[in-house]
C-alpha cells in the first residue's frame, strides 16, 4: 500500500499561493483518472506545480528509491523546477542533473537514490549508460516542454532514457504549443489532452514604442541599443538582407552583435547562437527563425525593428522574453509613416531616447572553437579539465561549454583569452591535436 502524507494545502502554503488555478485544477484531476496526460498551457502559467502535484501525489515514501523523472530542455528549467519542488515541502529528496557543472556533484547526489529526478537529455542519458541511476524502479515520467527538445536535436537522448524505463506507468507531456507532434517512441496510446492555450501575452511583459524622429531607422536603433545598455536583446527583422545590414551598421558604430537567419550555414548559426547565450554577444539580430523554438534564457528585451507580419508573429517574438516569472520589455521602433498594427494595444507607453548616446559596455567574454566533439569522446568535463590544467584558467573564468558532435565552443573571460590561446596552442585533448581559436 502507498504511503504518503502529501497535503495540497500545505503544499499552497509553504508556496505563499492562495488558490491553483483552473488549469493546474484540472490538470490534477486529468492526472488521476488517466496515466497519460497531455498539457497545453503559455508560458508562465503555472505548468510546473501542474505536474509536480500529482507527481508528489504518486510518490511512496515507503519506497526509498527513484520513482519519478522529469526530463526538460535546459538547466534552468531544471533548476527552476527543482526549486519548486524544494519549496513545496513534499520532504521527498530531488536532485538535478544537466551540464555544464562536475558530473561527480551530481553522482554523489545521487547514491542515495532521490524520489524525483530532473534533467536535462544529455546529461541523463549519461548517468543511465553510467549506472548511476536506477532506472528499474522509475515508474512516473514528465517530458516538459517536450517540443523543445525535439527542436533542439535531444531525440536520441530521449528514445534512449524513455527505452530505459522498464516499469514505466505514467508519462504526463507538457508543451506552450500544439504544433509539434509526439513521437511514437514515447509510447502514448490514448492520452488525455488539456489545453489552456490562450495566445496571450505574459502580464510581465511590458511594450513600449519609441517614434524615430525622422526615416533614420539604422541610427533610430543605435540610439535605442545605447540607451538599453549591455542587456540581452533580440532585434527583429523581417528580411535576412535587413538583418544583415542592420547588424554591419551596429558594428561600424561599436556595438558588438551577431546575426542569425535561414540562409547561413549551420555552424555560421551555432557560432552566433553560442555567442549570444554565452555572453560574447548580449546582442542578436535575426529574423523570425529565432521567434519559436530556441532556447534562450534571461533575454530582457525584444526590439521590433521592422513591425511583425501578424499578431501570432508579434507573440511568439515576444515570447522570448518575460519568461519564467521575469520581466522583459518589447520595444515597436516605428518610422514617421508606420503606425501600431491594430491588433496591438493601442495605449502603449512611448520610450524618449536620451540626445547623448553613449555606446554599452562590451562583453566581459569571448567564445573559443575547438575542433573535437562528442564523435571524439570530449565531453564538458574534458574542456574544463583542459582549460584549468594547461590553460591555467580558474573556475569563474570558464562560461558556458557547448558541445556538438564534430566541434565545441567555450566561453573565456576576455581578458585571460590571449594568455590561455598561447598556453594551449601545442596542447593535445584526450591525446588528439585539437584546433583551438577565437571563434568567428
Not at 522509475?138 to 528514445?159: C, H, N, P, R, Y
Request: charged share 25%; proline share 5%; aromatic share 6%.
Amino acid at each position: 500500500m502507498q504511503s504518503n502524507t502529501f497535503s495540497i494545502p500545505d503544499t499552497l502554503v509553504n508556496l505563499q499561493i492562495k488558490a491553483l488555478n483552473e488549469m493546474q485544477l484540472a490538470s490534477i484531476e486529468a492526472n488521476n483518472n488517466s496515466d497519460e496526460v497531455i498539457l497545453l498551457a503559455d508560458t508562465g502559467s503555472g505548468k510546473t506545480l501542474a505536474f509536480l502535484i500529482p507527481i508528489a501525489n504518486l510518490l511512496d515514501r515507503s519506497n526509498p528509491v527513484t520513482q519519478a523523472l522529469v526530463v526538460v530542455s535546459s538547466r534552468e528549467l531544471a533548476l527552476q523546477i527543482e526549486q519548486v519542488f524544494k519549496k513545496m515541502g513534499t520532504g521527498f529528496k530531488v536532485t538535478c542533473c544537466y551540464g555544464g557543472h562536475l558530473r561527480e556533484t551530481e553522482e554523489n547526489n545521487l547514491k542515495q537514490a532521490p524520489a524525483l529526478i530532473i534533467g536535462t537529455p544529455g546529461r541523463l542519458a549519461d548517468h543511465i549508460r553510467r549506472g548511476n541511476i536506477n532506472t528499474g524502479t522509475i515508474s512516473t515520467l514528465v517530458l516538459d516542454e517536450f517540443d523543445k527538445s525535439l527542436e533542439q536535436g535531444f531525440e536520441a537522448e530521449m528514445l534512449f532514457i524513455l527505452s530505459s524505463l522498464p516499469a514505466l506507468k505514467k508519462r504526463i507531456l507538457t508543451s506552450a504549443t500544439e504544433a509539434v507532434e509526439v513521437p511514437d517512441f514515447v509510447g502514448l496510446k490514448n492520452p488525455e489532452k488539456l489545453n489552456f492555450l490562450t495566445g496571450e501575452q505574459s502580464p510581465a511583459l511590458a511594450v513600449q514604442f519609441v517614434r524615430c524622429p525622422d526615416a533614420d531607422k539604422p541610427t533610430a536603433l543605435f540610439n535605442l541599443i545605447c540607451a538599453l545598455g549591455n542587456r540581452s536583446t533580440i532585434v527583429f527583422c523581417n528580411q535576412r538582407e535587413m538583418v544583415e545590414q542592420a547588424s554591419y551598421f551596429l558594428k561600424d558604430k561599436g556595438i558588438v552583435n551577431v546575426f542569425y537567419h535561414g540562409a547561413m550555414e549551420q555552424q555560421e548559426r551555432d557560432v552566433a547562437l553560442c555567442k549570444f547565450r554565452n555572453g560574447t554577444s548580449s546582442l542578436l539580430i535575426t529574423t523570425d527563425l529565432a521567434a519559436r523554438g530556441l532556447d534562450i534564457p534571461h533575454i530582457r528585451y525584444i526590439i521590433h525593428y521592422q513591425l511583425p507580419t501578424s499578431q501570432e508573429s508579434f507573440i511568439h517574438r515576444n515570447g522570448r522574453t518575460a519568461r519564467m516569472d521575469a520581466s522583459g520589455t518589447a520595444i515597436l521602433l516605428l518610422a514617421p509613416h508606420e503606425t501600431i498594427p491594430p491588433y496591438i494595444e493601442p495605449e502603449l507607453l512611448e520610450k524618449v531616447l536620451p540626445e547623448q548616446a553613449e555606446l554599452p559596455a562590451k562583453p566581459d567574454w569571448t567564445t573559443f572553437y575547438i575542433s573535437a566533439g562528442k564523435k571524439d569522446k570530449v565531453n564538458k568535463i574534458d574542456i574544463v579539465g583542459f582549460l584549468s590544467n594547461k590553460g591555467r584558467l580558474k573556475k569563474e573564468d570558464i562560461g558556458l561549454i557547448e558541445v556538438k558532435d564534430f566541434f565545441s565552443f567555450v566561453a573565456v573571460r576576455k581578458s585571460k583569452a590571449g594568455a590561455t590561446l598561447q598556453l594551449i596552442k601545442e596542447e593535445r585533448i584526450k591525446n588528439k591535436k585539437v584546433k583551438i581559436e577565437i571563434a568567428k
